[in-house]
């Protein structure tokens, strides 16, 4: 009998764990979806991204008071945590406080003291952002409906609970509070429960213990389901971020081997292209559907924070245009759900559903809305990059569907007859100084 909630423990862990990994796993074949991209190069930069950018937290912080709140949150929150390795061991032993027993009081009552006062400023900051989500009028907040605006407000309710819960089981630990070290918060918590016999507080201290890990177990499994997942993707996605300059643009290799031989005097323009040109030529010119993305796009899609840097940043939407770069991450995200889902539901095959990213999720609109400045790029806080994808959807719409609006076409016509965007002779071009 004595063994019960050690089993019930290790039973509640593997069903945790094992949820997890069939959702990573479920990711990772989504994201896997895509086109395979070479991110070999530059790897002393990509570390150097890593660690300043997703651990550092250095773009973050260009808003200094969320940037501050948010280094608490994910600091505190992690560190915190790391007493989820204590409640582990505990939990599958049958012991009480290993650390006691590994390391000396002096270590433990510092660590513990440390992770009570980041919980407390964790519980702060939590307020603060809930408060500018829900009550200051912050546009790229206020603009959030629905799922969205839930699911911000969801993950700061499990970090509140899971704050106090640390607190509590720690306030309500007789050895602990006896001990006199670590107790820095919880010992102006203690007070409160004076009242009770040590049979209660144990009982409390329990319950306490078991909600926290399984609350612990339950936010893991929740963020395949939230924007929060960030919390995990964030490093990888950073490291394998684009390290060429924001404004170079990305070209096909077919269509540059095309120009070459249109600009090689010596070319033959009748002779068969070499077999290397041809395996060159992609099924379909830019994207019309997530599949059609490479899989560092559909990985930007997964870790996007919905912070809405990259839209409250874009020019084209201050000016009142239809484009969201950040809607451009959610919808594509969205739709590799819905394809995901597809692929579940007819043993892992997908059938044509009718629908696809540009049209059904992505309008004409709000693709020709974008002047590729950049901004929304520069703006991530964890180098996600919405102009890519605008770029290849263009790309569909201008070399497989003629698509591209009518200034545009006017514009190439005049390159290709004229040598410049406007409608006249290239010997007249420099009339204006005349006048």
Known sequence: ???????????????????????????????????????????????????????????????????????????????????????????????????????????????????????VLVLLAVLVFWARRNIVNIQRFKSLKGWPKNDGNIILYFEVVLMCLFLLMNATDIPFQDLGAGNVISQFIAPWFSGFSPEALHTIERGAWWLHIVGILVFLNYLYFSKHLHILLAFPNVYLGSVEPKGKLNNLEAVTAEVKLMMDPDADPYAAPAESAEDEVPAKFGASDVMDLN??????????????RCTSECP?????????????????????????KNIDANNGVFKDDGKQLLGDYITNEELWACTTCNACVEACPVSIDPLSIIMDMRRYLVMEQSAAPMELNTMMSNIENNGAPWPYNQMDRLNWKDE
């Not at 959702?23 to 395979?36: A, D, M």
């Not at 484009?323 to 590799?336: F, G």
Request: net charge positive; proline share 3%.
């Open 295 to 308: 899989q560092i796009q559909l990985l930007n899609a997964y870790t996007c924070t919905e912070c809405g």
């Open 1 to 119: 009998m004595e063994y019960i909630p050690n089993i019930i423990f290790a039973l509640l862990l593997i069903a945790g764990i094992g949820y997890f990994a069939r959702n990573v796993k479920k990711l990772i074949r989504n994201i896997k979806l895509g086109h395979e991209v070479d991110a070999s190069d530059n790897k002393a930069e990509r570390w150097k991204n890593m660690a300043y950018i997703a651990l550092g937290q250095s773009k973050m912080v260009k808003r200094p008071v969320s940037g501050l709140l948010h280094v608490i949150v994910y600091v505190g929150f992690v560190i915190i945590n790391i007493e989820v390795l204590e409640i582990i061991i505990d939990g599958i032993f049958g012991t009480h406080r290993i650390g006691l027993s590994i390391l000396p009081e002096s270590v433990y009552g510092f660590l513990i003291g440390t992770f009570e006062v980041l919980a």
């Open 316 to 340: 084209a939407n201050l000016t009142g245009k239809k484009l969201s770069p950040r809607k451009i991450m959610m919808d594509t995200r969205d739709r590799l759900v819905e394809v995901g």
